[in-house]
Structure formats: structure tokens, C-alpha cells
């Protein structure tokens, strides 16, 4: 390999391949590669911070880039590795002649392997070896209970309920981003580590090193972007259901909530408002007067959000316009349908700046200008009805290449469209997210799960991932999505989530609570009045045991939202998550690196939820100093486990008093 100097860059040439190693922010580097002529100039999710103190030299057999604490060694058959304070922290996997690895070289396998794909680009696999010793944690939300993801293999691809954001942060003290919206796969071997890219035109990624997570997520989100100030007046109580069907019903609801004292910060009103989707607007036979009721439920201090979704039916009062602007989505072959609940639709175009300003247009139109100024951007994925990925073409390019920015470009549409009328209290709700989308003002929720306790304790480990890659405002369906209220551990469940859900960056109650056995407004209709709902979901639904508890809950989570608000200015302006690991708060406590059942609220509030049906007391591992148990006041030592009651009148949190 051929090596030179370009800027605070090194480029190296050997055959047909360009590599570009690049200081680029705060100790860290970004990587590039590339088959053909020239490098394809796209950030993706990066933008560009100035390196700290690069250092670049050049040799017969080698050539070194340093950027603060972070180096790269490349030597002259193009194998990487990467170095911290002098110290190996990862290299790329090479079983061929000139590899630095002293096992065998005859497989002829390098690093990085481009693949021709006939009439186009290429496929693409990145390896590097593995370290038995490391721990990975964040990579976005999947639905498993594993927190830490040695040994898991991840779909880069987004789905209903899975959120793919290809940032990992490794226990050796560093943090790597797949800078690629492909779809793909990652693979956190016992062998290697593997990376790929079904379909793209170069190899990119972005490596820093820094002494703690704290500083590595610093780092990446200096990078990539941090969450705005979330709004004051949405951290308390948020109210949902499957399916508030008219503007009586909200009303009511938040009247009853007003009578009884408890304050309500949102209320959401959900699908099928509309008549058809792809219309954007309130179906006028149920909601009457969106102005006025907007109006009520600020007078009472809660504020109004509705559900929008990417779909467009074909019988849509916009859907001719749409698909002859070019504004849909387009398949590569046969019928244009894209999705098929309640409909013959295809799906808004994220990836067209012609298309978000259409549809933001249109929300604006119909809900922006009667007051409502919160959205939940449902189907975000984008959902199919068939996951084939191949199948779809964007503006941007094809679905298997590009598709995985869908949901970051589906919440900028909203987010540039509030920001253009002048607002900066922007909050919206989005099922899915990329690298990048908490800059969009994006609460990300968990998607249509199961009640259970298993999924519990999935969207456990999901949340405190999330906010590794990134993602500071998550939120999972308190209860969990589809259940059955006539279960008879239902209401145990609902209590329990409630609990931890108190201590999350939002609080909202949602779920299809089932059987279904409320009839719809009127048969034979189109729109609203034809589709199902679910059972009431309010605090008072569910008896009064379960009342006073949530509403104990609640109140607890009030008390703090002086506290709450810091959190939320910390992850404005470090990136830092409100659902923290035991690691990110005490890195240097190994014990705290395998723990995956409790987490920290913030830097004081040490919480222990009941992840499991029947638990009335649970093992706690208090870190070094001093905790104060805030159920009885008793106060511990640290650097132990005890175990600590947990009836279902409460769960064990425990508050930093003094730290060692």
C-alpha cells in the first residue's frame, strides 16, 4: 500500500482500493474505504469536529495517525490496528500473508472484503479479532434480554419494535460507530467481530477512545448530535390507550383526571382519527371542533398529541398528488401496495426533502394550526408488510442500501417544521430511530410488544442500550402493548412496569388492552367509526390497589422533576443518557460491568426493579458509598450486595448520599 499525507488524513492506495484514515473529533478517527475511483462524499450521520492533536508520520513499512488518545498503525499490506494510550484496543482480522497475526495466513482472508454485486455496488464485511475479555453494550433496541452482546448477532435493520443504531461501546475503553445505513448484520463473536453491509459503495466508520464511557459517548454524540432541552410541561403523566375514538372521549378522560387532582402533562389520540390514511387530518363526524377541545385541555395543562403515519391509501385525498410528485415509496417489481392494515397504501418517501415538507405541510394544515403541537410518528420503521428489504427504492438510493436512515429523516420532517414556526419546546413521539435522531427531538418508544415479564425484561436492557447508542429519550407501553386485562397476573405486571417506568425519561401510560369487546361507533363505515379499540387504560382502571400504587409512583416521579430536568440538561449538553449502566456512573468497579438488572437514574438514583413474576424481595449491589433505601430511610454502606424487600407495594431504589 502506497501512503500519503492529505490534511489531517492518511490516504493509502494498493490496486483498486482508497483507504482514508481521518482525525476527526475529540480522540477518535474515521475510517473510509472504497472500491471505486473516489470516495463517495456523504456524512451520514457525522459531522465534522476538529481533531485535538493529530500526529501523522510515514514510513517504508507503516504509517500512524494520532488524534489525542487514539492512534492507527496501517501497515504497508493495509491491515489496521488501533491503539489507547499505547495500548492495543482492536484490530482488524487478517489470515493472509503480511498480517501481523501469528496465526496461520494461508486462508487468505483480510479485513475488509468487497464483494462485486453484478450491474452494481458492492457487498461489504468488516473483521476484526476478537477479545475474550470484552463486553459490548448499546447498538439501539432489540428484543432480547441481553445487555451485554458478546456472543449476540444483531440485524442491522429496523422492524416494529427494533430500533438498529450501530454504535458499540467496548469494556476495553472504546466506542465504534458503522457509519453505513445499510441493511446488514453485526456479529460480536467469540472468533471476531464481524460487520456488514449487504449493499454500499465504500466502507466508513468512526472509532474514539477515551477514559470512561462517559467521555466515550461525549465524544460520539459530539459527533453525531445531542437531544434538545426537552419541554418542562411533558415529564410527568402521559395518557394513551388503543384507541381514544373521538373528542368526547378525550375530553373525558382528561376531565376526570383533572377532577381527581393528578396532573396530566399529555394526552395522545391515536390511529384512525382519520378517514383514510394518508389524509392527515381529523375525521370531522367524531372530532367536531379540534380547536376548541386543544383549547380545553391546555386550560386543564395537558397537552394534545396525534398519532401520524408514514402510510397513504390509495383512495387518500393526497395519493394521486403524492405518487405523481414522485413522494412514495416505490418497489422494484409488481404491485405498489407497501403496507395493508386497513388499506391498499404505500409509504411516504423520508428520504425526499420534497416529501417531509409535504407531509409537514399537511400536519401543519390540519393539527399544527388548531393547537396540537406534539406528534407521534407511528410506523416509523418504515413497517411492511413483508420485511424484503430489497424489494423497496427510496430517493435516496435502494432500501437495502440507504433504508436504515428512514425513521432519522421521518422525525427531521417534524422537527424542521416545528422549528420553522418558531418553536423550540419540540418533542415527538417515534417508534424507530438511527444514529443521529436525538437531534430531531426524538423519544423513541419501544414499539407494540408483549405484556409479559419476559418482555420486561427485554425493554430493560433495551433502554439502557439505547441511551449507549445515543438515544437519551426512550420510553417502552407501561403494561406492555398486547395484553389481556382478564389475565390474572396482568394487573401484577402493569404495577411492576409502573414502577420502573417511574424512573424513565418518560412516563406513559399505553397498550391495547384487550378482549376487545367495546363495539365500533357504527358498522360499515369508512373510517374511524369502523375500527376496534381496546379496554379503558387509565390510573383507576385496574382497581384501586393498583391505583394508589401507580399514583404513589406518580407522585414520587413529581417530587423529582426538579432533578429530572438536570438530566435532561446533561443530556443536552454531554449526550449522557437518563437510563444509565451501573458501569457508565462507577467504571471503575468491575463488579458494575456484569450487572444486568438494575441501572442508575441519573448519577443519584440507584433503582432495582421487579423484572419477574412473584419477586417480593431482590439482590442489590451497592456500589462504594453511601445509600439511603428511600422506601424506609435506612441507609447502607456500599461496595456489597444486601438484599432488599420488594413487595408490590414498592420496588427498591436507593439514593447517593455520599460519594466514596
Request: proline share 5%; hydrophobic share 35%; charged share 25%.
Given at each position: ?11 493509502g ?7 482514508r ?10 475510517v ?9 462524499p ?12 493529530v ?23 493495509g ?16 489470515r ?15 479485513a475488509?472484503?468487497?464483494?462485486p454485486?453484478?450491474?452494481?455496488d ?5 473483521r ?13 433496541q ?5 445487555l451485554?452482546?458478546?456472543?449476540c448477532?444483531?440485524?442491522l ?9 450501530p454504535?458499540?461501546l ?19 463473536g ?7 453491509a449487504e ?16 467521555k466515550?459517548i461525549?465524544?460520539?454524540t459530539e ?12 415529564m ?17 378522560v382528561?376531565?376526570?383526571y383533572?377532577k381527581r387532582?393528578?396532573?396530566l ?11 383514510r ?8 363526524k ?12 391546555h ?27 414522485g ?29 417531509r ?17 406534539l ?28 433504508g ?13 417544521g ?5 418553536r423550540?419546546?419540540i ?5 424507530c ?6 437531534k ?13 415479564f ?7 436492557a433495551?433502554g439502557?442500550n ?5 438515544i437519551?429519550?426512550?420510553?417502552s ?5 398486547i395484553?389481556?386485562i382478564?389475565?390474572e397476573?396482568?394487573?401484577e ?15 406513559r ?5 384487550g378482549?376487545?369487546t367495546?363495539?365500533p ?9 369502523f375500527?376496534?379499540t ?20 406518580l407522585?414520587?416521579?413529581?417530587g423529582?422533576?426538579?432533578y ?34 438494575q441501572?442508575?437514574?441519573?448519577a ?21 458509598g ?8 435506612v ?8 438484599r ?9 431504589v ?7
Open positions: 500500500m502506497i501512503f500519503y499525507e492529505n490534511d489531517n488524513a492518511i490516504i492506495r494498493n490496486e483498486n482500493e482508497t483507504l484514515v481521518e482525525a476527526w473529533g475529540n480522540n477518535a478517527l474515521r473510509q474505504s472504497t472500491m471505486y475511483p473516489k470516495l463517495n456523504e456524512d451520514w450521520a457525522l459531522s465534522y469536529i476538529e481533531p485535538t492533536n500526529n501523522i508520520s510515514i514510513g517504508e513499512d507503516q504509517a500512524e495517525i494520532t488524534n489525542g488518545r487514539i492512534k492507527a498503525v496501517i501497515t504497508k499490506f491491515q489496521i490496528t488501533f491503539f489507547k494510550d499505547g495500548c492495543m484496543i482492536l484490530n482488524e482480522y487478517y493472509a500473508f503480511g498480517s501481523t497475526s501469528k496465526h496461520s495466513p494461508c486462508m487468505k482472508i483480510k475488509r472484503e468487497f464483494k454485486i453484478v450491474g452494481g458492492y457487498s461489504l464485511t468488516l476484526f479479532e476478537s477479545n475474550e475479555h470484552e463486553k459490548f453494550f448499546g447498538m439501539g432489540y428484543q432480547h434480554p441481553n451485554d452482546l458478546k456472543g448477532i444483531l440485524e435493520a429496523q422492524r416494529n419494535s427494533q430500533a438498529s443504531i454504535f458499540a467496548s469494556s476495553l475503553g472504546y466506542g465504534f460507530l458503522w457509519n453505513n445505513p445499510a441493511i446488514g448484520n453485526t456479529t460480536f467469540a472468533n471476531y467481530t464481524e460487520w456488514k449493499v454500499t459503495d465504500q466502507m466508513d466508520y468512526w472509532i474514539t477512545a477515551d477514559e470512561t464511557p462517559k466515550i461525549e465524544n460520539y459527533v453525531t448530535g445531542r437531544a434538545p432541552i426537552m419541554p418542562d410541561n411533558v410527568g403523566l402521559w395518557q394513551c390507550k388503543l384507541r381514544y375514538r373521538t373528542q368526547q372521549e378525550v375530553l373525558d382528561a376531565r376526570e383533572h387532582g393528578i396532573p402533562d399529555v394526552i395522545v389520540i391515536d390511529f384512525f382519527h382519520w378517514i390514511q394518508g389524509d392527515w387530518s381529523f375525521d370531522p367524531y372530532w367536531p371542533d379540534p380547536k376548541g377541545m386543544v383549547e380545553e385541555l386550560k386543564m395543562g395537558t397537552r394534545c398529541m396525534v398519532s401520524i403515519w408514514p402510510t397513504v391509501d390509495k383512495n387518500s385525498v393526497n395519493y394521486q398528488e403524492m405518487r405523481e410528485k413522494l412514495l415509496i416505490r418497489t422494484e417489481a409488481g404491485s405498489r401496495q407497501t403496507f395493508d392494515f386497513l388499506g391498499d397504501t404505500q409509504i411516504y418517501d423520508a428520504t425526499n426533502p420534497e416529501a415538507e409535504f407531509i409537514w405541510n399537511k400536519a401543519k394544515q390540519n393539527y399544527y394550526d388548531y393547537g396540537i403541537d406528534f407521534w410518528l407511528d410506523e416509523a420503521e418504515p413497517e411492511y408488510t413483508a420485511y424484503d428489504f430489497d424489494h423497496y427504492r427510496y430517493y435516496l438510493g435502494p432500501n437495502i442500501k440507504v436504515n436512515i428512514y425513521p432519522k429523516l421521518h422525525s427531521k420532517a417534524f422537527y424542521d416545528m422549528t420553522s414556526e418558531g423550540d419546546d418533542i415527538n413521539l417515534v417508534r430511530a438511527w444514529v443521529g435522531s436525538q430531531y427531538a426524538a423519544l423513541v418508544w419501544s414499539g407494540d410488544i408483549n405484556s409479559t419476559e418482555s420486561l425484561r427485554d425493554q430493560f433495551a439502557l439505547m441511551g449507549i447508542a445515543g437519551p429519550w426512550w420510553v407501553d407501561t403494561g406492555g402493548f395484553s389481556n382478564e389475565d397476573h396482568f394487573t405486571l402493569l404495577i411492576r412496569w409502573f414502577q420502573y417506568a417511574a424512573f424513565c425519561p418518560v412516563l401510560m399505553h397498550g391495547d388492552r378482549p376487545h367495546i363495539e361507533l357504527e358498522e360499515n363505515t369508512i373510517g374511524g367509526g375500527c376496534f381496546g379496554q379503558p387504560n387509565e390510573l383507576w382502571s385496574f382497581g384501586d390497589k393498583a391505583y394508589c400504587i401507580m399514583k404513589k409512583y407522585d414520587i416521579r413529581l423529582l422533576k426538579s429530572i430536568k438536570d438530566l435532561m440538561t446533561d443530556a443536552h449538553k454531554t449526550g449522557s443518557p437518563i437510563l444509565r449502566t451501573m458501569f457508565y456512573e462507577f467504571p471503575e468497579d468491575e463488579y458494575c460491568w456484569t450487572i444486568k438488572d441501572y442508575m437514574f441519573g443519584k438514583y440507584l433503582v432495582a426493579p421487579v423484572l419477574y413474576q412473584g419477586i417480593t424481595s431482590r439482590e442489590v449491589y451497592l456500589p462504594e453511601k445509600w439511603r433505601n428511600i422506601n424506609d430511610n441507609v447502607y454502606e456500599g461496595k456489597r450486595i444486601i432488599a424487600n420488594a413487595p408490590l407495594e414498592f420496588i427498591p436507593f439514593e447517593l448520599i455520599q460519594h466514596t
